[in-house]
């Protein structure tokens, strides 16, 4: 009763005249309010935990927080809540967990110039490609994982696994590339040999496209393969077990899929890259 009538008395009066203290009727307040509160907590634990499963638990509180604005009954909850409600139900995002940095390859004295410059924003598909690799443990041995993106949506175009580091993996991701490769006009990557060797290059001479490399032992220069690989190293490689060569084929290439279809990029303005191709220009 005495909620109800609030916007027209005073609680003061109210409870003077029901002759009730003002104490309870204070305790039964906070305390309607406090399970009220408890109860939208629950209701908003099996979102979160429903979008922290469905991403692989790669989604911290940012991203977390725009998928709830997404449900049927949007929600509008600080990044603070979310990650209160996380640490409750011991949800931890695969990018809370410190990272290995890989020893880096040695590189080569080659005349080629890094004619990329730096310039990592491309406003249309194909124009810059580039391209790094990284080890993977498959059973008791390394193997290692190609990845060609498009700088222009930050999109996984290529990818290929392999026993050893060499010219041969590089040129089955570029085999894997779907788009139409004359249309690409720059490939660039840092200095390693599996790069700038002769089967890559008559590879990019037979669809006319320009060669970029990296200044000698400057990773900046690769900056978006390096940021998509640390990606890749926290949502899929690290902690991961695979048993053979072709289970680590299958997984990367379910991961690919879901990267590019699936996974919302904060670059993107939390859209996916498929999303995003399909904007009017």
């Known amino acids: 009763?005495?909620?109800?009538?609030?916007?027209?008395?005073?609680?003061?009066?109210?409870?003077?005249?029901?002759?009730?203290?003002?104490?309870?009727?204070?305790?039964?307040?906070?305390?309607?309010?406090t399970c009220a509160k408890k109860a939208e907590d629950q209701e908003l634990s099996k979102e979160i935990m429903r979008i922290s499963k469905e991403s692989h638990n790669n989604y911290g509180t940012r991203k977390i927080k725009k998928e709830l604005t997404k449900i049927s009954e949007p929600k509008q909850v600080s990044r603070r809540r979310i990650g209160r409600l996380m640490n409750e139900m011991g949800l931890v995002s695969n990018y809370t967990v410190a990272q290995f940095k890989p020893r880096q390859s040695t590189c080569n004295e080659a005349p080629v110039k890094n004619e990329l410059q730096r310039q990592f924003t491309q406003e249309a598909p194909l124009v810059v490609?580039?391209?790094?690799?990284?080890?993977?443990?498959v059973g008791k041995k390394w193997h290692y994982?190609?990845?060609?993106?498009?700088?222009?949506?930050?999109?996984?175009?290529g990818h290929s696994v392999g026993a050893n580091k060499m010219a041969e993996l590089v040129y089955q991701a570029i085999s894997?590339?779907?788009?139409?490769?004359?249309?690409?006009k720059m490939f660039h990557t840092d200095r390693g040999k599996e790069f700038d060797n002769k089967l890559i290059s008559e590879a990019l001479e037979t669809f006319g496209?320009?060669?970029?490399?990296?200044?000698?032992?400057?990773?900046?220069?690769?900056?978006?393969?390096?940021a998509t690989f640390k990606v890749f190293k926290t949502e899929f490689a690290n902690g991961a077990h695979f048993s053979s060569l072709e289970q680590l084929a299958l997984e990367l290439h379910d991961y690919v899929h879901w990267f590019n279809n699936i996974r919302i990029h904060g670059t993107l303005d939390y859209l996916t890259p498929a999303e995003f191709k399909q904007q009017p220009l």
């Open 145 to 157: 994982v190609c990845l060609f993106v498009d700088l222009f949506i930050r999109e996984i175009i």
């Open 176 to 184: 894997s590339i779907q788009a139409n490769l004359n249309d690409v």
């Open 129 to 137: 490609i580039v391209s790094d690799l990284t080890y993977v443990r």
């Open 1 to 33: 009763m005495i909620r109800n009538n609030v916007h027209k008395y005073s609680v003061s009066a109210m409870c003077d005249v029901l002759n009730l203290p003002k104490s309870t009727y204070y305790y039964h307040a906070i305390e309607s309010n």
């Open 209 to 226: 496209i320009k060669r970029s490399l990296s200044m000698k032992g400057c990773p900046y220069d690769n900056a978006i393969a390096e």
